[in-house]
């Protein structure tokens, strides 16, 4: 980093810089170790070679502490150390449709939508709405937001599903419980690098924005619609009275869903198992289910129920999203594990 060459060179230095950055935790982890290492030995030589019986009493007391912490500090080092998913670092195009459930799902929608805003502002995040089709009762059919700020994809990428909801609707006068879904999409932003699109494959198309039931907002051409002919992939933008500024957003937005369509030929590729592992977009499969009536948020990949919903739905998902974290990185390091003995038979 102090190199004059990489630093002469802006695209050299945030590599170098972003590298340094990758490193630290696992350089400070390392050192954690070896001086626990250092301690361990130092109380093994205090009971043995001790003149004083106080000081060996105290040192084999001390000991299994520092055997237990070193294990710990041991296994987090080796989640360091387990290759990284290279879009961990990167901003993410969020989606939110209503599935089964009519307005119910629509309001649920828009409830799912609030909950991820208010985590993102609980996080320093920048959450900004692209696009949305409203109903009349203030839900939401569908919703497309970008997600800027520190690592967002590595703690939204388990997000990806159908989340249902069991409640009473605002509308239901017998009080029955009625159960809707909401699909949520979590695509990580794709960079030009990561995806070349010809400008013969893309017809744009603008038009004039509106509001919720037609109202005119901007009486200018600035509303931008993108269709990518190749796969049919259409992206429309119209929250900016700019039209070049809603042309750069559609074709952000664009880029990421051709990148997750991609990702998803890999994917299929390799496997129809890992397809449903963390991180493969598949959204077939129910994996949280929200109830009002009980206050409980449960998700069934990892049978995790934590009865604070009012909390979760304000944005308080840590608990939830750290879980999930720890779950898929101990799943990892066992399938890793597993490998290296593997290959060493």
């Known amino acids: 980093m102090t190199d004059p060459e990489v630093i002469s060179d802006q695209v050299r230095y945030t590599k170098v810089t972003r590298q340094q950055r990758e490193m630290e935790p696992i350089v400070e982890k390392y050192r954690e170790l070896r001086k626990l290492d250092n301690d361990i030995q130092g109380s093994r030589e205090l009971m043995r070679e001790a003149d004083d019986e106080e000081m060996r009493e105290l040192a084999a007391a001390e000991l299994p502490e520092l055997e237990e912490r070193r294990e710990r500090v041991e296994n987090e080092l080796k989640v360091l150390l387990l290759p990284t998913d290279p879009n961990d670092d990167k901003n993410v195009i969020l989606e939110v449709r209503a599935g089964t459930g009519g307005d119910e799902a629509c309001l649920f929608a828009a ?7 208010r985590y993102a502002e609980r996080q320093g995040w920048k959450l900004q709405v692209t696009d949305s089709s409203e109903t009349g009762l203030g839900g939401i059919q569908k919703a497309e937001a970008i997600i800027e700020g520190t690592r967002v994809y590595s703690k939204l990428k388990h997000e990806s599903g159908v989340h249902r909801v069991q409640r009473v609707p605002q509308t239901e006068a017998s009080g029955r419980i009625h159960t809707s879904a909401v699909t949520v999409a979590i695509l990580p932003e794709a960079e030009e690098v990561d995806i070349r699109i010809d400008p013969k494959d893309l017809r744009i198309d603008t038009f004039c924005s509106s509001g919720p039931g ?12 993108i269709t990518h002919l190749p796969t049919n992939t259409v992206v429309s933008m119209q929250d900016e009275k700019s039209q070049i500024k809603n042309k750069e957003k559609a074709m952000r937005v664009l880029r990421s869903r051709l990148l997750d369509v991609e990702r998803q030929k890999q994917q299929d590729a390799i496997s129809a198992e890992r397809r449903s592992q963390v991180g493969s977009g598949d959204r077939s499969e129910k994996i949280r289910t ?15 129920t934590l009865h604070q919903l009012d909390l979760i739905m304000e944005g308080a998902l840590d608990e939830l999203i750290d879980a999930l974290v720890t779950h ?3 799943q990892k390091l066992k399938e890793e ?6 290959n060493a038979g």
């Open 111 to 117: 409830e799912i939508l609030r909950m991820y805003a």
């Open 214 to 225: 037609g109202q005119s907002v901007n009486t200018t051409y600035s509303a931008v619609r």
């Open 290 to 304: 929200y109830n009002f009536k009980e206050n409980r948020v449960s998700d069934h990949r990892i049978g995790l």
């Open 328 to 330: 898929y990185q101990a």
């Open 337 to 342: 594990t597993e490998r290296q003995v593997a």
